[in-house]
């Protein structure tokens, strides 16, 4: 069986790709549906796409195995299989909102369309996590076909469905947080949501020797603090660091109980850093190398830095 896919940009040079047990393949008028997704700039790589609103569009098809698998993430329906788990990986790793077509429909009489048709603002780190490996000459892909995207979420969607990780990390329902975070936003919403990943995370990570209400009674700081070193970005956290952290919470706070940052300098600076590390931490759980494109880690040491002096101005300005 095969179904229609919307919005999938497949890897530079290849005209399909096999994950897990799907085959997807560009359609016949590749280049024409491609242009039409949107672009918020320029970009040339293997097409040249010129800046433009866009539009939801059908690049692709998934041809089904004859039985499908049972999803692993922890959707709320019952009735999803491997397949959303993949698209929801695909969403997460092409930067939109991928998804299937109606099996009813045709092109010209679709279904209502509930998704963003637009690029996700975040999650760009996490993408280039993903490392780039040109196909061989003779292969069965098309050279030069980028196969480095194969075969990390071959190898990623491998992880999760082991009973290991989904036992960790409850059926990874932190990464369909991911995909909420990532769209297009305020940032004021990306960053309350990549704050949720993070207690989340928390809870997951220490929910087996803590009691519910002891996850609660765990200071913010606290939960920052244990998630940076859990992950490498710090190898520990002093008392001057954590009164750095406490400016992260005090973004959280006011946003929370006021419904806007506090009014400081570089505030947002600090907001934008906060979701670069979640990317950076979700890289880490699929055992990905974190890419620091956007130099993340100088990013972090630049914060903590002079953490007392910051934590004193933070304290005496008011939002």
Same mark, same amino acid.
């Given at each position: ?6 919005? !999938? ?11 897990? $047990?799907? @085959? ?20 040339? %790589? ?25 999803? +692993? ?13 993949? /698209? ?21 009489? #679709? ?9 996700? &603002?975040?999650?760009?780190? /996490? ?33 999760? @469905?082991? #009973? ?12 369909? !947080? ?34 519910? #209400?002891?996850?609660?009674? +765990? ?13 490498? /970005?710090?190898? $520990? ?10 400016? !992260? ?18 505030? %947002?600076?600090?907001?934008? /850093?906060?979701?670069? &590390? ?7 759980? &699929?055992? &990905?190398?974190?890419?620091? +494109? ?26």
């Amino acid at each position: 069986m095969r179904r229609r896919v919307y919005n !999938l940009e497949l890897p530079s040079g290849c005209h399909e790709m096999t994950i897990y $047990e799907y @085959r997807f393949s560009r359609v016949e008028d590749y280049v024409q549906k491609i242009n039409r997704l949107q672009q918020p700039v320029n970009i040339s %790589s293997e097409f040249r796409i010129k800046a433009n609103t866009g539009r939801h569009t059908v690049t692709a098809y998934v041809d089904l195995p004859h039985v499908e698998r049972e999803a +692993v993430f922890e959707w709320y329906g019952n009735k999803e299989t491997a397949l959303d788990d993949i /698209l929801l990986l695909l969403s997460v790793f092409r930067s939109r909102d991928v998804f299937l077509g109606s099996e009813e429909a045709t092109d010209g009489n #679709e279904l209502i369309i509930r998704q963003d048709p637009r690029v996700y &603002l975040y999650g760009g780190s /996490l993408s280039c996590s993903v490392p780039y490996k040109r196909g061989e000459k003779g292969s069965e892909h098309n050279y030069p076909c980028n196969v480095g995207f194969q075969e990390a979420m071959n190898k990623t969607y491998n992880l999760i @469905r082991t #009973e290991k990780w989904l036992k960790k990390y409850r059926n990874g329902y932190f990464i369909i !947080l991911a995909r909420n975070a990532f769209r297009q936003q305020s940032l004021e919403s990306s960053f309350i949501q990549a704050w949720t990943i993070w207690e989340h995370l928390f809870a997951v990570l220490n929910g087996h020797w803590l009691s519910k #209400e002891r996850l609660r009674q +765990v200071s913010s700081v606290e939960k920052v603090s244990f998630l940076l070193v859990q992950y490498a /970005l710090k190898d $520990e956290i002093d008392n001057a660091s954590r009164k750095r952290i406490e400016v !992260l919470a005090e973004i959280r706070n006011r946003l929370i109980h006021f419904g806007r940052f506090p009014a400081r300098d570089k505030v %947002s600076q600090d907001a934008h /850093l906060f979701i670069l &590390l979640t990317e950076f931490i979700i890289a880490k759980i &699929l055992e &990905l190398e974190p890419s620091n +494109v956007f130099n993340t880690v100088e990013k972090l040491e630049d914060f903590l830095k002079n953490s007392e002096a910051a934590a004193k101005k933070a304290s005496s300005t008011k939002a």
